[in-house]
């Protein structure tokens, strides 16, 4: 259970969040949609303690997150993956290098283990024998996708996704959707993804929450958002219009 | 008008040194930061041996190239000032005494600050602008000892290494450049060394270059860490580490020959 009171964060003058609020249930996937420039990458930092917010509170597992010592906020760390929107690869490893890091300090594993366990998160985004590349080597996509195997190698029970599916093909943004939703349901992981991509947040998500202005304007199951009569969350939704009635 | 401008230019003034006490405190925090954390080194054993590599092996060419040069030169103008009665192996004893108090070390570190230090700010600040470090800190690394320490340690410990290579080679250059240019006799340029020759010597340019090798490494990691502003906040970090780094290597070059010899 993630819960966030009343954040407020402005950079150098310019008011960023204005009050925000949100409790992100356990085992489901909480989609947050809102517009470029509204603060949603900088939320998802502030919940794993990366950026400090100017007031306002947010708990994790009832622990609280902003005044943490440092070294339990690193306890804290090893229960999320973090899937970074420009994917944020180590360009000084290879892939598999990038994706056994999360692993490299747990005495517990054996070695091999670690390089089963590498290849099979490589293999559920779809990049199988690609352990000795260079990030920089690799198309825009399949970083994202080497970002999202380094995010769930060590299967941790919280996961945030910023935009997970964007620049990603159909056929391949649908793979990272039905992964999403399997970590969700044979894993009970708990997810929030940020996503432009209305569609995959549609497939994706269990609830749904409108960034708007620096606020959260509206947060509720996909049906409770599609009807919704309020203009400025229709406005994030419109485009999705057209499934309503269809099952994920 | 004019208590105006007055109070304008003291108000600047008072601005800039609050940020630069701030920003040397945050570098005192940070570096101190990274030297507690040595004590957990096994973590990061294989960092250490990466950059020891990259700031000592990487630097032999450059030191070589330098230390040759400032042999040569020293003893070519040694001869040339020296008064006629004065026995020539005098310019062995001048050549091993500046080649070793002063010279190698203080031109191996301005001229490394340039290459090592450069190099660390763009790394960490590149590292800095498309989030790694964040990403490093999302997986629960501890940033600072993970880029920091290995890398002030390895300066600390390679700078003696190659300031006592860079020592035989311009002594090596000395005795070329006097045999060559200024036609003194090998054995008595040796002989000249031989006389003035103190291990004390030697041992005050060794623990002079630690200190310049842990103030070059320690600023680059600072600025690399704490760049803002995207690949234009690298660019213009990166030039202020070689600005400021040199600056610090002769302000310490003068604290150090006050303090020790
Ligand atoms: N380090 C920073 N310094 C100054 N301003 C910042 C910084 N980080 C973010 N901002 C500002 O905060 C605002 C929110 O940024 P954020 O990255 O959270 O947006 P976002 O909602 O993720 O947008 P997008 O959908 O385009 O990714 C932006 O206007 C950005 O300019
Ligand atoms: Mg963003």
Same mark, same amino acid.
């Given at each position: @259970?993630?819960?966030?009171?009343?954040?407020?964060?402005?950079?150098?003058?310019?008011? *960023?969040?204005?009050?925000?609020?949100?409790?992100?249930p356990?085992?489901?996937?909480?989609?947050?949609?809102?517009?470029?420039?509204?603060?949603?990458?900088?939320?998802?930092? @502030?919940?794993?303690?990366?950026?400090?917010p100017?007031?306002g509170?947010i708990q994790?597992?009832?622990?609280?997150?902003?005044t943490?010592?440092?070294s339990?906020?690193?306890?804290l760390?090893?229960?999320?993956?973090?899937l970074?929107?420009?994917?944020?690869?180590f360009?000084?490893?290879s =892939?598999?290098?990038n994706?056994?890091?999360?692993?490299?300090?747990?005495?517990?594993q054996k070695?091999?283990?670690?390089?089963?366990?590498?290849?099979?998160?490589l293999?559920? *985004?779809?990049?199988e024998?690609?352990?000795?590349?260079?990030p920089?080597s690799?198309?825009g996509?399949?970083?994202?996708?080497?970002g999202?195997?380094?995010?769930?190698?060590?299967?941790?029970?919280?996961?945030?996704y910023?935009?997970?599916?964007t620049g990603?093909?159909?056929?391949?943004?649908?793979?990272?959707n039905?992964? *999403?939703?399997?970590?969700?349901?044979?894993?009970?992981?708990?997810?929030?993804v940020?996503t432009?991509?209305?569609?995959?947040?549609? =497939?994706?998500?269990?609830?749904?929450? *409108?960034?708007?202005?620096?606020?959260?304007?509206?947060?509720?199951?996909?049906?409770?958002?599609?009807?919704?009569?309020?203009?400025?969350?229709?406005?994030?939704?419109?485009?999705?219009?057209p499934?309503?009635?269809?099952?994920? | 008008?004019?208590?105006?401008?007055?109070? !304008?230019f003291?108000?600047?003034?008072?601005?800039?040194?609050?940020s630069?006490f701030?920003?040397?405190?945050?570098y005192?925090?940070?570096i101190?930061w990274?030297?507690?954390?040595?004590?957990?080194?096994?973590y990061y054993?294989?960092?250490?041996?990466?950059?020891?590599?990259q700031?000592?092996?990487?630097?032999?060419?450059?030191?070589?190239f330098?230390?040759a040069?400032?042999?040569?030169?020293? %003893?070519?103008? %040694?001869?040339h000032?020296?008064?006629?009665?004065?026995?020539?192996?005098?310019?062995?004893?001048?050549?091993?005494?500046?080649?070793?108090?002063?010279?190698?070390?203080?031109?191996?570190?301005?001229? /490394?600050?340039?290459?090592?230090?450069?190099?660390?700010?763009?790394?960490?600040? %590149?590292?800095?602008?498309?989030?790694?470090?964040d990403? /490093?800190?999302?997986?629960?690394?501890?940033?600072i000892?993970?880029?920091?320490?290995?890398?002030v340690?390895a300066?600390?410990?390679?700078?003696?290494?190659?300031?006592?290579?860079?020592d035989?080679v311009?002594?090596?250059?000395?005795?070329?450049?006097?045999?060559v240019?200024?036609h003194?006799?090998p054995?008595?340029?040796?002989?000249?060394?031989?006389?003035?020759?103190?291990v004390?010597d030697?041992?005050?340019?060794?623990?002079?270059?630690?200190?310049?090798?842990?103030?070059?490494?320690?600023?680059?990691?600072?600025?690399g860490?704490?760049?803002?502003?995207g690949?234009?906040?690298?660019?213009?970090?990166?030039?202020?580490?070689?600005v400021?780094?040199?600056?610090?290597?002769?302000?310490?070059?003068?604290?150090?020959?006050?303090? !020790?010899?």
């Amino acid at each position: @259970m993630i819960e966030i009171r009343d954040i407020w964060k402005s950079f150098d003058g310019k008011q *960023v969040h204005r009050g925000l609020s949100l409790d992100i249930p356990e085992h489901e996937t909480t989609v947050i949609l809102g517009k470029s420039g509204g603060g949603k990458s900088i939320l998802l930092k @502030m919940i794993i303690g990366l950026i400090l917010p100017d007031s306002g509170t947010i708990q994790v597992d009832g622990r609280e997150v902003t005044t943490m010592a440092y070294s339990d906020l690193r306890a804290l760390r090893r229960k999320f993956g973090f899937l970074f929107q420009g994917a944020a690869l180590f360009d000084s490893m290879s =892939v598999g290098e990038n994706v056994a890091l999360p692993l490299r300090y747990m005495p517990e594993q054996k070695k091999t283990d670690i390089t089963a366990r590498i290849r099979e998160a490589l293999r559920t *985004v779809g990049l199988e024998n690609t352990e000795d590349l260079m990030p920089s080597s690799l198309s825009g996509g399949m970083r994202k996708r080497v970002g999202l195997a380094r995010a769930i190698v060590q299967t941790p029970p919280y996961v945030l996704y910023d935009e997970p599916t964007t620049g990603l093909d159909l056929g391949t943004a649908d793979e990272i959707n039905l992964l *999403v939703n399997e970590l969700r349901d044979r894993l009970g992981v708990t997810s929030i993804v940020v996503t432009h991509d209305v569609r995959s947040a549609f =497939v994706m998500g269990n609830r749904f929450a *409108v960034l708007d202005e620096g606020k959260f304007i509206a947060a509720g199951t996909a049906d409770e958002i599609r009807t919704s009569g309020n203009e400025d969350v229709r406005k994030y939704i419109d485009s999705s219009l057209p499934m309503q009635g269809e099952a994920p | 008008m004019s208590t105006v401008r007055f109070q !304008l230019f003291f108000g600047f003034l008072g601005e800039k040194a609050l940020s630069f006490f701030e920003k040397l405190g945050r570098y005192f925090l940070d570096i101190g930061w990274a030297l507690r954390n040595l004590g957990t080194i096994r973590y990061y054993a294989r960092n250490i041996a990466g950059q020891m590599v990259q700031i000592g092996n990487n630097s032999i060419p450059t030191v070589i190239f330098v230390s040759a040069f400032v042999g040569m030169v020293t %003893s070519v103008q %040694s001869a040339h000032q020296l008064y006629v009665w004065l026995p020539r192996s005098v310019v062995g004893n001048l050549v091993i005494k500046t080649v070793l108090l002063e010279l190698t070390p203080l031109l191996t570190a301005l001229v /490394l600050a340039g290459k090592v230090g450069a190099t660390i700010t763009a790394e960490l600040g %590149s590292m800095r602008v498309t989030e790694q470090i964040d990403a /490093l800190e999302s997986l629960a690394f501890d940033s600072i000892s993970f880029l920091i320490t290995p890398r002030v340690l390895a300066g600390t410990v390679m700078f003696p290494v190659l300031t006592v290579i860079g020592d035989f080679v311009a002594l090596l250059g000395g005795l070329l450049g006097a045999s060559v240019v200024t036609h003194i006799a090998p054995d008595e340029f040796i002989s000249g060394m031989r006389d003035s020759f103190l291990v004390s010597d030697a041992v005050y340019g060794i623990i002079k270059s630690m200190f310049f090798g842990f103030a070059i490494t320690s600023i680059a990691c600072f600025q690399g860490y704490h760049v803002e502003g995207g690949s234009e906040g690298v660019g213009k970090s990166t030039m202020q580490t070689v600005v400021l780094s040199c600056l610090t290597v002769v302000v310490l070059d003068f604290l150090l020959a006050s303090v !020790l010899l």
